[in-house]
């Protein structure tokens, strides 16, 4: 297949892009800017005016749309919701919508399994939608406007909602919990039982391949995680094991925890720490017949394993 691909410099797209054409698909990056090329769409920088931008790549069969607007949390950029709409929603709208004038095949939209409120659940693509933050919500939004611009047109959508997703060469708490694992120190984590679900960034790149390619894909949207779902401190004494370490963690309560990080002022991030988020990706595996090629704690054994400076991080799909 001929692909068009947005993000490809980012977290997932970098990886996504060499796995498609390491499997013989030809890949054609979209760029904002910069100087076109071979494998290079130019695209304006201002979304709206996709829809009249005269070269449009010749062939291509589908498009993998990761490219969005996700800063760094706890900044005031990721509160900006104006901003974020304009990336994650109207961006997207305006991507499919050219997609669709063209006659492409299958659009795949990369969103986040975030847009689901945190619960124990587990949650499932028909769980209630309670984005948890400003880019969750312009995610969900975004997903809307995807639907919206490929309805009755020839081209079939299919949107994944991927769990945190970690891997060398990210960003987020499992950054932060990496260089934590990597110190000698005991730490007062062990008290943190509550599960949360994630995925390796090599799954999430074989769920977004087969949605690419496969019939059964059109028209669904799909959580994607890992297996099984891990606590904080199951987190640390994974990533300790992939290091030869013990887990050396202190069962210190969460509540006595998060009063001591409120006088840091990281209240916030230790109680994500403790809440619960639980992902089925059951439908993705019985529909696409994908599953993890690992379970979670071999995955964060290896990858503690195999990272030789502190750039194991969580990655999202920017």
Sequence with gaps: MRILLTGSSGFVGRRLKAALTASGHEVVVLRRGGPAGDGVYVAPADHSEIMTTPDWPAGIDAVGHLAAANPERGTANAADIEALMAVNRDGTAALARRAAAEGVRR???????????????????????????????????GEVAFWEALAES???????????VFGVGGRGGIAALARLARTQLPLPLGGFSALRSLVAVDDLVRAIMLSLDGDEAAGETFLVAGDPPMSTAGIIAALRRGLGRSP????????????????????????????????????????????????????LAALSAETPTNRTAEGRTD
């Excluded at 020839?154 to 945190?164: D, F, K, Q």
Aim: aromatic share 4%.
């Design 107 to 141: 659009m795949v939209c990369v969103s986040t399994a975030n847009v689901h409120a945190a619960s124990s659940g587990p949650v499932s693509e028909t769980s209630p939608i309670a984005p948890q933050s400003a880019y969750a919500r312009s995610k969900h939004a």
């Design 248 to 299: 050396r963690l202190i069962p210190v309560p969460p509540a006595l925890a998060r009063r001591l990080a409120s006088l840091a002022g990281r209240e916030a991030m230790v109680a994500t720490l403790d809440t619960p988020f639980v992902v089925d990706a059951g439908h993705l595996r019985e529909t696409l017949g994908w599953a993890p090629a690992r379970t979670t704690h071999d995955a």
């Design 154 to 164: 020839s081209t079939s959508g299919c949107v994944l909602r991927p769990a945190p």
